[in-house]
């Protein structure tokens, strides 16, 4: 996922405040590598938490709109497909008039 995010007036937010409900409404995360003995326990992890983009973009939507620092944001979730000759995309935003909206640019090309 990409995530956006407009502070409120005054308010500041670390990268790890920022990732934190992010994990918290995904249950699941990323891992750059992974020994073969950890991979097992990791696996069961995400096959225990399955979703569609359009959950996940929901689940951050929830866990970041609680978040009294954060005053706009826009999330665009995407998965890289095997089976389908295109991605799955999702993009969600806050909903603040004159903020982000759910266009988001990166992912044109995916659009047919």
Excluded at 27 to 42: G, L, N, P, S, W
Excluded at 90 to 106: L, Q
Aim: aromatic content about 6%; hydrophobic content about 40%; some cysteine.
């Amino acid at each position: 996922a990409r995530v956006r995010v407009e502070l409120a007036a005054g308010r500041t937010l670390s990268i790890e405040d920022l990732q934190q409900p992010c994990a918290n409404a995904l249950k699941t995360e990323t891992q750059v590598m992974v020994k073969r003995e950890d991979e097992q326990a990791f696996a069961e992890l995400n096959g225990a938490h399955i979703k569609f983009v359009e959950d996940a973009a929901r689940l951050l939507y929830g866990e970041l709109a609680k978040d009294k620092r954060i005053a706009d944001f826009q999330v665009a979730c995407s998965h890289l497909e095997s089976l389908h000759s295109h991605d799955a995309v999702s993009v969600i935003c806050k909903g603040v008039k004159g903020g982000f909206t759910a266009d988001f640019s990166d992912f044109q090309s995916l659009i047919c």
